[in-house]
């Protein structure tokens, strides 16, 4: 249960957010924000996510039954005290320092989905750009455990990124159909990556899902 000091926390940094991004709105700096801090691996071109659209398979999406979080062991170790999402914060901060347990105790952060800066990483979550649950409705609900872990903690390809925590949580397991991130000059970068991991993991797409994503690669 939350205490009434961390809940106003949430509430007030939430505040903060919505009203960065209303001030980025209006002076029209969203276009032109700050070279991106996050250094998750480069997606493929435009062009080769348009090629890789096309030959995905499309069909309706499927059901979440039998879903659970626990079917994709997540934030595994990585190396030493390291999991993957503290190795995602040290990768995307700058000046990150970590202590004897491998938790970021400083640093700072810019979410590319909305343009905020974070200085306390628990301002951030690790999000999955195709979500745990959008992948089992996509074809991940045949795959074995293992299969599973391995997407859940995909480092090589563009699947992971810091961003901010209530972004994510607004997110959700939302597909680019119904969810595009706010920050209008990262949408070409985030459905190239979408492109480029259901593309590796022999994930399929729906139609409507399919067709904001063509939309979106043709402006790129």
């Not at 009434?4 to 939430?14: C, D, L, N, P």
């Not at 105790?105 to 909305?114: C, I, K, R, T």
């Amino acid at each position: 249960m939350l205490t009434a000091s961390v809940y106003a926390r949430r509430i007030a940094r939430r505040a903060t957010v919505l009203a960065a991004s209303a001030a980025l709105t209006v002076t029209g700096l969203l276009a032109t924000a700050p070279t991106a801090q996050a250094a998750m691996p480069t997606p493929v071109s435009a062009a080769t996510a348009r090629t890789y659209l096309a030959s995905l398979t499309v069909k309706a999406e499927g059901s979440s039954t039998g879903y659970s979080r626990d079917l994709f062991p997540h934030w595994s170790t990585q190396s030493g005290t390291c999991n993957t999402r503290e190795v995602v914060l040290k990768r995307d901060g700058v000046n990150v320092v970590q202590d004897s347990s491998c938790a970021a105790v400083s640093g700072s952060w810019y979410s590319e989905y909305d343009g905020a800066t974070w200085t306390v990483a628990s301002d951030l979550d690790i999000d999955h750009v195709v979500a745990l649950a959008e992948a089992w409705r996509s074809g991940a609900n045949s795959w074995t455990t293992a299969q599973r872990q391995q997407f859940a903690n995909d480092l090589t390809r563009p699947q992971l990124i810091a961003v901010t925590d209530n972004v994510n949580q607004a997110k959700g397991d939302l597909d680019p159909a119904e969810w595009l991130p706010s920050r209008t000059a990262y949408r070409c970068t985030y459905a190239r990556a979408w492109v480029h991991v259901k593309y590796h993991w022999g994930l399929s797409v729906d139609s409507a899902e399919k067709s904001a994503l063509q939309s979106v690669l043709n402006a790129c």
